[in-house]
C-alpha cells in the first residue's frame, strides 16, 4: 500500500464550489506539505504543517485554506474554485531528526483539478 | 529569497548519448534534492546530497553538489529510452527547511 495517499485523484469542478483534496499518510511525519504543479512552473508551494497545531502559509496560499484534522491527515480546500486554480496538486510528508537531519519529501500520487 | 534555476528546460537527446542537467541556486544551501517525475504521476527522490563535494551514482545518472558554486549537476551517460522523464532538483533552505524547486527539466530520450 502507498505510504501517501490522496482523494480524490481527479476531479472537475465549476467555478464557485468549494472542493476539497484529502491526503492521508502512513508513514508517521510530522510534517505535511500541499503543492500545485503548473507547466512550467515547477511545484510551488500553498500549505505546510509541522505538526497537527501549527499550520503555515506557503508562497501561494490567497484561495486556498488547509486542515490538520490528525499527524496522518491534512486536507486542501477551494473556498470558490476559480479557473486558474486548474492544476495538479500534490501532497508530501517528511521527518527531519536530529542533529544534521535533512528535509527528504515524500509525495503522494497527486490529484488533477480542473475548474470549468 | 532563494531561487532555483535549471536548465535546459528541455532536452531531446539520442539514446547512447551523454549530456548534464545543471540547478543553480541563489542563497547558500548544502541539502539539494533531485526528483524524477514520469508523465501524470507523482514525484520519486532520486538523490539526496547533504554536503559540498558530495556524489551520488544510481545506473546511468549522477548528480553532485558544488555548494561554493550554488551549483548541482545530473549527469546521463549512455541515455536509454527509460530515462525519459522530468528532472526536479530542489534546494533546501531557510529555517523552516522547505525545498525551492526548480522548474524541472523535461527529457526525451529518441532511439
Known amino acids: ?116 | 529569497e532563494l531561487k532555483v534555476e535549471q536548465n535546459p528546460l528541455f532536452l531531446s537527446m539520442q539514446e547512447g548519448k551523454n549530456y548534464t542537467i545543471y540547478c543553480n541556486y541563489s542563497t547558500t544551501s548544502d541539502r539539494l534534492y533531485w526528483y524524477r517525475q514520469d508523465p501524470g504521476k507523482s514525484l520519486e527522490s532520486l538523490f539526496v546530497l547533504l554536503s559540498n563535494g558530495a556524489v551520488k551514482q544510481e545506473g546511468r545518472l549522477m548528480a553532485s553538489l558544488d555548494t561554493k558554486a550554488r551549483l548541482s549537476t545530473l549527469h546521463i551517460t549512455a541515455a536509454v529510452h527509460d530515462l525519459s522523464a522530468t528532472y526536479f532538483c530542489a534546494v533546501e533552505g531557510g529555517a523552516t527547511n522547505k525545498l525551492i524547486f526548480g522548474t524541472g527539466t523535461l527529457l526525451a530520450v529518441q532511439p
Open chain 1, 1 to 116: 500500500d502507498a505510504d501517501v495517499t490522496q482523494t480524490p485523484r481527479n476531479r472537475i469542478t465549476k467555478t464557485g464550489k468549494r472542493i476539497m483534496l484529502e491526503c492521508s499518510q502512513t508513514k508517521g511525519h510530522d510534517r505535511m506539505y500541499w503543492y500545485r504543479q503548473d507547466p512550467g512552473l515547477g511545484l510551488r508551494l500553498i500549505y505546510y504543517s509541522f505538526d497537527v497545531k501549527d499550520i503555515n502559509k506557503g508562497e501561494i496560499s490567497d484561495g486556498y485554506s488547509v486542515s490538520r484534522q490528525a499527524q496522518a491527515k491534512f486536507s486542501l480546500s477551494l473556498e470558490s474554485a476559480i479557473p486558474n486554480q486548474t492544476a495538479l496538486y500534490f501532497c508530501a510528508t517528511s521527518e527531519p531528526t536530529g542533529t544534521g537531519s535533512y528535509n527528504e519529501q515524500f509525495f503522494g500520487p497527486g490529484t488533477r483539478l480542473t475548474v470549468l
